[in-house]
């Protein structure tokens, strides 16, 4: 691998990054945040719903460890 100066590299990221990238177009760009927010959304209410479900398993099966409960007394 050829030894380029610091100026030459500079030079050359440089011209790399404006010609040899595809930069996405403002449609691209909106579309595909549009997009992340969707799944944001439905990734938020899919973890919502199981920890949901889990702490109900979870609350169920502890309330069978501890057995029935005895009805609070009234009190005067």
């Given at each position: 691998?050829?030894?380029?100066?610091?100026?030459?590299?500079?030079?050359?990221?440089?011209?790399?990054?404006?010609?040899?990238?595809?930069?996405?177009?403002?449609?691209?760009?909106?579309?595909?945040?549009?997009?992340?927010?969707?799944?944001?959304l439905i990734l938020a209410l899919f973890f919502t719903g199981?920890?949901?479900?889990?702490?109900?398993?979870?609350?169920?099966?502890?309330?069978?460890?501890?057995?029935?409960?005895?009805?609070?007394?009234?009190?005067?």
């Open positions: 691998m050829a030894k380029v100066s610091p100026g030459e590299f500079v030079r050359q990221v440089r011209l790399e990054g404006i010609t040899r990238v595809h930069w996405p177009t403002r449609k691209e760009t909106v579309s595909t945040a549009i997009m992340v927010l969707i799944m944001t199981t920890d949901g479900f889990f702490y109900a398993a979870v609350k169920f099966l502890l309330g069978l460890l501890s057995g029935p409960t005895a009805p609070a007394a009234p009190q005067a």
